[in-house]
């Protein structure tokens, strides 16, 4: 693994690449400015028609003329033009006249990159999925959730309805796991722990990343039956089955009683406060009594200033009535679940690591 910046120096430079855009923004007339804001879904769906045409793939021997590539592809000569040269305008590709090569960046798009993002860009870009942030605005004068009212049922249910959509809504909370996991690594121990218990832990990747780290430890995975033979392979391929118990069932109703560490990773930004509560109260009633709670999230700063954060929660209301949070609401919200924050381990990514114990 590459070494990481310490947090302050990360943040130092996140601070300044903010300041940098701020003052590129200030530079053009408000109207150009915000005829600017508006293109980022036109840069965003040119991303996803690269990413879901298998653009990169095409590219990955080298540079190609866009007929070669729309001959490999079966697109349109002249379309696959344009579109390679819209892309390369955004970095994805480098143009030499009519020949087209991956840059670093859209490098990160072929299938099999270790560091792949394709299938992160094929969430986000989904019809399935812009056309619910299509109903923001109904969103914000109701406070509810648009997903039912766009697929007629939950998110939820969505994804168990339609398993095309769930295979790549898995894929990418996957790949956005192991994203993180180098920051989580670095900014916290996992080795005193003797069994790390992954609530709603998905397809395994977050505790075979963890007992990975803590050679020792035993792991316990929590999650919906229909996902555990998915968990189960990835747990083979990490080498950690082993020291594995795969448990189905509700988080809302239990949760393994042996662990002395639990961890959920954008688990509670799923539900509001009510929600939320249930299962922290849960997991504080089945967690033994000196036992760890870690919660991965995001956690809103204080300010106006950007923050990714700050766009994950309207895509928390959208979707699932969920939310982000600051610090003093987790710090309310785990009070009232009988736990105590101990403190946030903050990480050069935009996740922090909640750290909480039950209260005396």
Known sequence: ???????????????????????????????????ELMTGL???????????????DALADG????????????????????????AAGHGLLDQDGDRFALTTLGRTLLSDAPDSMRAVVLMIGDP????????????????????EAVHGVSMWELLDRDPDYAATFNEAMTRLTALDWPTVEAAYDFTPFRRIVDVGGGHGQLLASMLTAAPAAEGVLLEQESLLPHAEQRLREAGVLSRCRLEGGSFFERVPD????????????????????????TVR?????????????????????????????????????GRERTEQEFAALLGKAGLEMTRIVPTISMICLVEARPAA
């Open 285 to 321: 009633r089945d967690m033994p009594a000196g036992a760890t709670l870690l919660l991965l999230e995001s956690v809103v700063p204080p300010g106006g200033g950007p923050h990714f954060s700050k766009s994950l929660d309207l895509d928390m209301l959208l979707f699932a009535g």
């Open 42 to 56: 036109i840069e965003a769906n040119t991303l996803y028609a690269v990413a879901r045409l298998g653009v990169p």
């Open 128 to 147: 399935r999925y812009q056309s619910v942030w299509g109903r923001l605005p109904e969103s914000v004068t109701t406070g509810a959730a648009q997903a």
């Open 258 to 281: 042996d662990g002395d560490l639990y961890v959920m990773r954008r688990v509670v930004h799923d539900f509001d406060d009510e929600q939320a509560l249930a299962l922290l109260t």
């Open 63 to 86: 540079p190609r003329t866009a007929a070669d590539v729309a001959a490999e592809l079966g697109t349109h000569p002249d379309a696959t033009f344009r579109l390679l040269r819209a």
């Open 1 to 35: 693994m590459s070494r990481l910046p310490p947090v302050r120096v990360a943040r130092a430079a996140t601070s300044v690449r903010t300041a940098v855009q701020g003052l590129t923004r200030r530079m053009v007339p408000p109207p150009i400015g915000v005829l």
